[in-house]
């Protein structure tokens, strides 16, 4: 039964690497729509970027194409939370799927942290966060310094695991 759930794995894998320009395709749209204040609680980022890295198990070319596409994922989606959060600054808290807790804490961290709030939020309080540094007028540059460095060790985290563990290379 284990050798036939490890067959199975491997057929998808290779299954995976003859189509993988639409790998890569998903992967940025996960990444992108995790990043993203308006859909980032209905996505499972995290898991998929643990179960797709082994997609990237081939060679260290389609761990890097991988990582890439998810790094313009994150950073894209943190942008375009950042770009909301200034052009809705004075909605906040009508907006339905922010809850004033959520608000609440979003800004009490970025208050507490600053820029280094956008760095490390890509893991608790993920999207909310760019989007209350955007209506904080954040400086675009203090944003993305934090926005990229964050955005290429977050997929770089999440991806190594599954590529490592199944690597062909």
């Not at 996960?30 to 209905?42: E, H, Y």
């Not at 060679?59 to 894209?76: E, N, P």
């Amino acid at each position: 039964l284990a050798g036939e759930a490890v067959s199975l794995i491997i057929s998808l894998i290779e299954s995976a690497q003859d189509h993988y320009p639409w790998v890569l395709l998903i992967v940025f749209l996960l990444t992108f729509t995790k990043s993203c204040a308006l859909v980032s609680l209905a996505i499972p980022g995290t898991s998929g970027l643990l179960l797709l890295g082994t997609f990237a198990s081939a060679s260290l070319g389609h761990f890097l194409l991988m990582w890439s596409s998810a790094s313009l994922g994150a950073i894209g989606g943190f942008w375009l939370s950042w770009r909301l959060g200034i052009r809705y600054r004075h909605r906040l808290t009508h907006l339905r799927w922010l809850t004033a807790e959520r608000l609440a804490r979003s800004r009490l961290f970025f208050q507490r942290y600053g820029p280094w709030a956008i760095f490390f939020s890509r893991f608790p309080l993920r999207a909310t966060l760019p989007f209350v540094s955007g209506a904080s007028s954040l400086p675009l540059w203090s944003f993305q310094l934090a926005n990229v460095s964050s955005g290429l060790l977050w997929p770089l985290l999440l991806l190594a695991p599954g590529a490592f563990s199944l690597s062909l290379w």
